[in-house]
């Protein structure tokens, strides 16, 4: 499992999509299953804005479903293909 934490840059949005672009293609070219990434609780918009960047259309393709977990809302689990 790799492990992707968003406290230290949640103020910027470029960062914030780099970043998550960065873990997920490492993540899919080391044959990782899972990818952790830890938004934080607080508002919920950064959780909102990290759902949105999994949902564009080149980033589908890299995993099989995302799950929000239930026990934490300031956790988004990715399971790659």
Partial sequence: MLTLDL???????RDIDMALRQTLFKAAATGV?????I???GTGRLKQ????VLAQKHMKKL???VETD???TGRVLVHLR
């Fill in 7 to 13: 406290h230290p840059i949640f103020r910027n949005d």
């Fill in 33 to 37: 299953d899972v990818v952790q990434i």
């Fill in 39 to 41: 938004p934080g609780k």
């Fill in 49 to 52: 804005r990290v759902l949105a």
């Fill in 63 to 65: 995993y099989v479903r």
């Fill in 70 to 72: 239930a026990t934490n």
